[in-house]
């Protein structure tokens, strides 16, 4: 093992601000060297939770800061391959990731694939990509040019994957949500995209998915895969499909598919008052906008059209979210110093405010919830039963 893997190895656990003020002492590391085992450091310290198994392996590389946040954990990437092979429609003989990055999801989704090239337009990206694949025992192929170029080359991708993950920043920058926004522009080469065997394409969590299908060329052409992990949605999944949206918690393992037709003639049940048990469907849920269906697939009733939460006299055990047990639907006046967890959904004042006003102590077992029923503002006093995040 030499000095650098040696030191990575030993210090790996050490602050990085800390040790780039200290330096090296060995007189033999260049500062290319230095930069380098301080990268290493810090790659592990960002990853070694999000990729527990790949980040953990002997000399393993790790890019710069920004490819390591941005880049896929080890769970969304598995349920991408999962889905891939369960799905024959998702199938071909090779696969093309367009836009590889630090090469997470080329790995896991290759193992689909007698084939797999790996394409992208960063140099570094592309050593250590190619440097980790052996570390993987992962064929892959791979190549640096843009996605675009990279398309040209090929005669005949009718029995090609593609897969695309479109760099979501601008020059300067910022974020950015838009499709066109996105590096590469999947707008002009969308006709060719669609000449794959099948397409995945990888997006923001806060991108509008509405807009995104619009731009895509409708909603019967794609499915949907709302990602969560621990109630927070990770990413947005558009394949190939028939307009079918699944919301999925990882974590959790709670999921429901349905169409945008099943959402859009679904008769919603309004609640006339509050039942003994209250829901909140999960994050994913929420995103996918089966506002109206949770309804029907659950047996509940929906306290407003702009109030996202739920209410039955039925305990829904295998509920997607938290469930509370109501103690009291319409509380007049809280006392003073009362403990508890304060949550407003569609209410006047925001949970902070309502906290403030009735000098309510944070914490404790029971909730205080300020919401809508009907056109009715009220505040409940509950317990919880299960929470969306553990």
Not at 71 to 77: D, I, L, R, W
């Amino acid at each position: 093992m030499s000095f650098i893997q040696q030191f990575i190895a030993e210090h790996r656990k050490d602050d990085v601000n800390q040790l780039a003020l200290i330096g090296c002492k060995n007189p033999d590391v260049s500062k290319d060297d230095w930069n380098w085992i301080l990268q290493q450091i810090e790659g592990w310290q960002r990853t070694q939770t999000k990729l527990p198994t790949l980040s953990n392996l002997t000399d393993w590389w790790f890019p710069v800061r920004v490819s390591c946040e941005q880049c896929s954990s080890e769970k969304t990437a598995n349920y991408k391959y999962l889905l891939i092979k369960n799905n024959p429609h998702l199938q071909a003989s090779c696969l093309v990731d367009l836009t590889g990055g630090y090469g997470i999801d080329t790995i896991h989704l290759s193992k689909a694939f007698t084939c797999a090239h790996y394409v992208e337009t960063n140099e570094e990206l592309c050593r250590i990509a190619q440097h980790n694949f052996t570390l993987t025992n992962s064929p892959i192929q791979t190549h640096n040019t843009t996605a675009e170029e990279y398309l040209q080359t090929l005669s005949d991708i009718s029995n090609v994957t593609l897969y695309i993950d479109p760099a979501r920043r601008s020059k300067s920058g910022s974020k950015v949500f838009k499709l066109e926004d996105c590096t590469p522009n999947i707008i002009p080469i969308l006709p060719l995209l669609l000449k794959a065997k099948a397409c995945i394409i990888k997006l923001s969590p806060m991108a509008d998915i509405h807009a995104v299908l619009k731009a895509l060329g409708g909603e019967e052409k794609w499915n949907v895969h709302i990602i969560a992990i621990h109630n927070e949605v990770k990413e947005l999944l558009i394949t190939t499909g028939n307009g079918k949206r699944t919301a999925i918690d990882l974590h959790s393992e709670e999921q429901i598919t349905f169409t945008i037709q099943e959402e859009n003639t679904a008769t919603p049940r309004y609640a006339q008052q509050i039942a003994q048990y209250l829901y909140e469907p999960n994050s994913s849920l929420l995103k996918a906008g089966a506002y109206k269906i949770i309804c029907e697939h659950y047996d509940v009733h929906k306290l407003a059209p702009n109030t996202h939460l739920y209410t039955s006299d039925k305990h829904i055990v295998d509920f997607p979210g938290r469930v509370w047990q109501v103690i009291e639907s319409n509380l007049k006046s809280i006392p003073k110093a009362t403990r508890a967890n304060v949550v407003t959904r569609n209410y006047p004042l925001k949970a902070e405010q309502l906290q403030k006003k009735w000098r309510i102590i944070d914490g404790g077992e029971q909730y205080i919830i300020g919401t809508t029923l009907a056109n009715k503002t009220l505040l409940l006093r509950a317990i919880i039963l299960k929470q969306t995040i553990e």
